[in-house]
């Protein structure tokens, strides 16, 4: 319910049960609670939007094939790369807001706090997008699949490829640095606030990389694949793997706990700002872990693998930002 009260300062409080939703003053919406809702890509060619409880927002199905990513920024837009060669915009509400043709399966996107777009392809390519949908820069420095994208609050890109490598860029698309500490085929990429790299790889090790692109720490405990990363804003990692475990690693590199509830590879994590964690599996399903590494809902409204999940608002490097 509205409660209104007369003055120059607070104009209007929303409240949902016993929790206090919105404070509008003088028409603004000065604060609002934090609704982490969660977003996941398929291979049954459909994006979900999923509320903070698990249940079914809705259910978007612009593409014409595989979901293989998504990232949603700090106003609630989504944006999703699939095997039709695509990225879509999407609005808070499930519609289409424009299509950004790729020319190559898109294996990876990622969002600016400026909404621009970035977007990792089997061309071997990142494409920057600009909040229109226009192409703004292509990078051309990989050998490979590009599989991971991630952007920092400064607008440097993180790019993991299969040529067993990560790249930075910086704004305007020039390549600053690669790290090739990895001896395969690099998945995924994550960036924190201090400009520290996280990559998952199938060497099955996650390595923890500084900002002028030197190692710091290498993570050896999954015994398979490694191929979705995350980091939160206390610098702890999240990493799936094919082992059908997510593992949550401390800054210094250590297990802090592994997480064994899902059927099959873990494909995608994401993180809140909270230290919920979320996986999605080729079980199909989405899963809610907490801070100490408890299941705390399964989604199972995908009908084929959830191949990437995001989480609005995430942290640094995932759309967020403080």
């Known amino acids: 319910m509205g409660i209104t009260i007369d003055g120059n300062e607070i104009s209007a409080i929303t409240i949902d049960g016993d929790d206090v939703q919105e404070v509008t003053i003088d ?52 944006y999703s790369g699939s095997w039709s060669s695509e990225v879509h915009k999407i609005s808070p509400d499930g519609n289409n807001e424009w299509i950004y043709t790729q020319g190559s399966i898109v294996n990876a996107v990622a969002v600016d706090k400026d909404g621009n777009v970035y977007s990792g392809s089997s061309n071997n390519e990142v494409h920057k997008i600009s909040s229109n949908g226009n192409n703004v820069w292509t990078y051309t420095g990989h ?66 990389i500084d900002s002028n692109g030197n190692n710091v720490w290498t993570y050896t405990g999954h015994g398979d694949n490694v191929r979705g ?17 997510v593992h949550k690693i401390d800054s210094n590199g250590n297990n802090v706990w592994t997480y064994t509830g899902h059927g099959d ?32 809902w399964e989604y199972t409204g995908h009908g084929d693998s959830v191949q990437d999940v995001a989480v609005a608002p995430g942290t640094v490097g995932a759309g967020h930002w403080d």
């Open 27 to 78: 028409g603004e919406v000065a604060w609002a609670a934090y609704t982490p809702y969660v977003y996941s890509g398929s291979n049954d060619d459909t994006v979900k939007k999923i509320s903070p409880d698990g249940n079914e927002v809705w259910s978007f199905d612009g593409h014409s094939d595989w979901v293989n990513a998504v990232a949603v920024d700090k106003d609630g837009y989504v």
């Open 265 to 296: 590879s873990v494909l995608g994590v994401a993180v809140d700002k909270d230290g919920y964690v979320y996986s999605g599996a080729d079980d199909n399903e989405v899963h809610k872990i907490d801070s100490n590494g408890n299941n705390v």
């Open 143 to 208: 050998g490979d699949n590009v599989r991971g994208v991630a952007v920092d609050k400064d607008g440097y890109v993180y790019s993991a490829s299969w040529d067993d490598e990560v790249h930075k860029i910086d704004s305007n698309g020039n390549n600053v640095w690669e790290y090739t500490g990895h001896g395969d085929s690099v998945w995924g990429v994550a960036v924190d606030k201090d400009g520290n790299v996280y990559s998952g790889s199938s060497d099955t090790e996650v390595h923890k």
């Open 229 to 245: 990363v995350a980091v939160d804003k206390d610098g702890n990692v999240y990493s799936g793997s094919w082992g059908y475990e």
